[in-house]
């Protein structure tokens, strides 16, 4: 998935280093701010470290869950596995750790992708969106097909039934690629600017039937990225309220990217979709996402690219983790997020120093096997607690 901002080139490793000297500039408080003090995470634990993590300042920790080995035939769930998922939960929390919970529907089982209607994603090339099942790229269309749909939720309802209330700080709510709420990248299988659309439940749902990108008018051109925009957006809310049903916790929306960003949508259809970019092709109009969730006061606005480099302080170029902070505030959402994985000093310094300036109430950090067994140049479990001491206080 692309990571960079649109119409933007700049070396990664070169716009860290940057954002290190910048972000401590750009993040100088007025007078009587109150600094926020946001969790500390770690994601993808694997519970034998638990002491040690504590020790460096680690407060939650994010378990992740897989639907495949959960209900491995439609409608039989594996009791055991709950067993194990409880059990999980408990040793962290034994440990005086909080717990996130992900529930895996990137990991959907095979027989989901038997059921009537479009339960994979497709493109206007004519591509079915598959992807490596232990990535959590292999995922089925709960966005318009209402048959995935309805099995995704029978299954969090179960999920939900395994889990005592209170025992979790937060659930983590995509659906899509990855775990995140969006859709497939725009570039698949030797295409580029790929819209996934094409489906036959998606079709059965166009205001533009027939319509492809580049052909037509503007008019249908707007229509079209409209409705896009807007199936995921009610997928969002459609989960937003389940999560709240069944997990009565807090939803960490998990959003991806640079984000559509203000006055950018007018050249796209301009070019009548030819001239996008991933934010567009991926669905992320997190402006309406938020806006349109229903259970605002539980929910997480959080992004998966805390430690995106520093472009220009711009609402278009400014850093994700900004613009969601305007967003969150503006919908009365809280603020969370994590790095993109990257394991270096310097995506570790400004990940922190970005969530505790923006106020997030949780920072994670990508991911535990990396920080204990790290490479040359890559954060120890002792610069977590030295950088975290020093920066979340």
Same mark, same amino acid.
């Given at each position: 998935?692309?990571?960079?901002?649109?119409?933007?080139?700049?070396?990664?490793?070169?716009?860290?280093?940057?954002?290190?000297?910048? +972000? !401590?500039?750009?993040?100088?408080?007025?007078?009587?701010?109150?600094?926020?003090?946001?969790?500390?995470?770690?994601?993808?634990?694997?519970?034998?470290?638990?002491?040690?993590?504590?020790?460096?300042?680690?407060?939650?920790?994010? /378990?992740? +869950?897989?639907?495949?080995?959960?209900?491995?035939?439609?409608?039989?769930?594996?009791?055991?596995?709950?067993?194990?998922?409880?059990?999980?939960?408990?040793? #962290?929390?034994?440990?005086?750790?909080?717990?996130?919970?992900?529930?895996?529907?990137?990991?959907?089982?095979?027989?989901?992708?038997?059921?009537?209607?479009?339960?994979?994603?497709?493109?206007?090339?004519?591509?079915?969106?598959?992807?490596?099942?232990?990535?959590? $790229?292999?995922?089925?269309?709960?966005?318009?097909?209402?048959?995935?749909?309805?099995?995704? =939720?029978?299954?969090?309802?179960?999920?939900?039934?395994?889990?005592?209330?209170?025992?979790?700080?937060?659930?983590?709510?995509?659906? =899509?690629?990855? =775990?995140?709420?969006?859709?497939?990248?725009?570039?698949?299988?030797?295409?580029?600017?790929?819209?996934?659309?094409?489906?036959?439940?998606?079709? #059965?749902? %166009?205001?533009?039937?027939?319509?492809?990108?580049?052909?037509?008018?503007?008019?249908?051109?707007? &229509?079209?990225?409209?409705?896009?925009?807007?199936?995921?957006?009610?997928?969002?809310?459609?989960?937003?309220? *389940?999560?709240?049903?069944?997990?009565?916790?807090?939803?960490?929306?998990?959003?991806?990217?640079?984000?559509?960003?203000?006055?950018?949508?007018?050249?796209?259809?301009?070019?009548?979709?030819?001239?996008?970019?991933?934010?567009?092709? *991926?669905?992320?109009?997190?402006?309406?996402?938020?806006?349109?969730?229903?259970?605002?006061?539980? #929910?997480?606005?959080?992004?998966?690219?805390?430690?995106?480099?520093?472009?220009?302080?711009?609402?278009?170029?400014?850093?994700?983790?900004?613009?969601?902070?305007?967003? !969150?505030?503006?919908?009365?959402?809280?603020?969370?997020?994590? $790095?993109?994985?990257?394991?270096?000093?310097?995506? /570790?310094?400004? %990940?922190? &120093?970005?969530?505790?300036?923006?106020?997030?109430?949780?920072?994670?950090?990508?991911?535990?096997?990396?920080?204990? $067994?790290?490479?040359?140049?890559?954060?120890? /479990? #002792?610069?977590?607690?030295?950088?975290?001491?020093?920066?979340?206080?």
């Amino acid at each position: 998935m692309s990571r960079r901002p649109p119409h933007a080139t700049f070396a990664r490793a070169a716009g860290l280093l940057l954002v290190v000297a910048l +972000v !401590a500039a750009a993040c100088q408080l007025p007078p009587g701010t109150t600094v926020a003090h946001p969790l500390l995470g770690l994601i993808d634990t694997g519970g034998t470290h638990y002491q040690a993590e504590v020790a460096a300042g680690v407060k939650v920790v994010t /378990l992740s +869950v897989a639907w495949r080995q959960a209900e491995p035939t439609a409608g039989h769930f594996d009791t055991a596995y709950g067993a194990s998922i409880r059990r999980q939960i408990a040793a #962290a929390r034994n440990r005086h750790l909080a717990v996130i919970a992900d529930p895996g529907l990137q990991f959907p089982p095979g027989w989901v992708f038997a059921l009537p209607g479009g339960t994979r994603f497709k493109d206007q090339y004519g591509d079915v969106f598959t992807g490596a099942v232990p990535s959590g $790229n292999d995922v089925a269309n709960g966005v318009t097909d209402p048959a995935v749909r309805s099995a995704m =939720g029978s299954y969090l309802s179960w999920l939900g039934g395994q889990i005592p209330r209170g025992q979790l700080w937060g659930v983590r709510q995509g659906g =899509g690629p990855l =775990g995140e709420l969006r859709y497939p990248s725009g570039s698949y299988a030797g295409h580029t600017n790929c819209w996934w659309a094409y489906d036959a439940s998606t079709l #059965a749902r %166009s205001p533009v039937p027939g319509w492809r990108p580049g052909t037509g008018t503007t008019d249908q051109a707007k &229509k079209f990225l409209m409705a896009y925009n807007g199936n995921l957006t009610l997928f969002a809310q459609w989960m937003n309220g *389940q999560f709240k049903a069944d997990f009565a916790t807090r939803s960490l929306i998990m959003l991806p990217g640079w984000g559509q960003r203000p006055g950018t949508s007018g050249a796209v259809v301009a070019s009548r979709l030819t001239h996008s970019a991933d934010e567009f092709n *991926q669905g992320l109009d997190w402006q309406t996402q938020l806006t349109a969730l229903p259970d605002k006061a539980h #929910a997480v606005a959080y992004t998966t690219y805390l430690d995106a480099a520093l472009v220009r302080l711009t609402p278009q170029l400014e850093p994700p983790v900004a613009y969601l902070a305007t967003l !969150a505030k503006a919908s009365r959402v809280h603020l969370g997020g994590e $790095n993109t994985g990257t394991p270096s000093v310097a995506a /570790l310094s400004v %990940s922190l &120093k970005r969530a505790r300036y923006y106020g997030l109430s949780v920072v994670n950090w990508m991911d535990e096997a990396r920080l204990l $067994n790290p490479r040359s140049g890559q954060p120890t /479990l #002792a610069t977590l607690k030295s950088e975290a001491r020093a920066l979340l206080g």
